[in-house]
T-cell receptor, first 114, second 109 residues
């Protein structure tokens, strides 16, 4: 069964809305979670690394004020897309890292901004 | 040069065929090698991982790593229509991972 749960799976909202996406590790405590973005027919692009109890580390070119990440517990990280615009429409995927295994991914959130 | 190169396909094969999926990478420091399967509109699912050269088998799937050539492969035996998906190779460490662009596979009944 799934070890990482991501919610919601689909969001459609108006431009200017802020959208929160949750990522939960179900079977283990994840000190580190990752947020990716995937465009059609392209690979995953790492946006940020989320560490429990500390600030997230953002990849170059990713606006930290646009994509707010909170990792308040060992099983939950959230990504908030603030004041979303059509260009933010994408497939967002989280993953959780258990030190003994490679990353396990959630099922993704398809975000559509009208 | 990209860190990881993967033929995007698409690759179409008849049911029962042996499928070979490949990636090359440029950084010899990469220690871990993974294959993920991604169905449409879903997140990647970990298929296999290894950290050494050689072969690793799991059912119909065999992962092969050649560190001297910086070349990794995934073989699927007796392919099934349910194997139709995009296959992503990933290299690096468990935390810092670089993904290939994915190869779209279609197994035709």
């Amino acid at each position: 069964g799934a070890v990482v749960s991501q919610h919601p799976s689909r969001v459609i909202c108006k431009s200017g809305t802020s959208v929160k996406i949750e990522c939960r590790s179900l079977d283990f405590q994840a000190t580190t979670m990752f947020w990716y973005r995937q465009f059609p027919k392209q690979s995953l692009m790492l946006m940020a690394t989320s560490n429990e109890g500390s600030k997230a580390t953002y990849e170059q070119g990713v606006e930290k004020d646009k994509f707010l990440i909170n990792h308040a517990s060992l099983t939950l990280s959230t990504l908030t897309v603030t004041s979303a615009h059509p260009e933010d429409s994408s497939f967002y995927i989280c993953s959780a890292f258990d030190r003994n295994q490679p990353q396990h991914f959630g099922d993704g959130t398809r975000l559509s901004i009208l | 040069q990209k860190e990881v190169e993967q033929d995007p396909g698409p690759l179409s094969v008849p049911e029962g065929a042996i499928v070979s999926l490949n990636c090359t990478y440029s950084n010899s420091a990469f220690q871990y090698f993974m294959w993920y399967r991604q169905y449409s509109r879903k997140g990647p699912e970990l298929l296999m991982y290894t950290y050494s050269s050689g072969n690793k088998e799991d059912g119909r799937f065999t992962a092969q790593v050649d560190k001297s050539s910086k070349y990794i492969s995934l073989f699927i035996r007796d392919s099934q229509p349910s194997d139709s998906a995009t296959y992503l190779c990933a290299v690096g460490g468990y935390q810092k991972v670089t993904f290939g662009t994915g190869t779209k596979l279609q197994v035709i009944p």
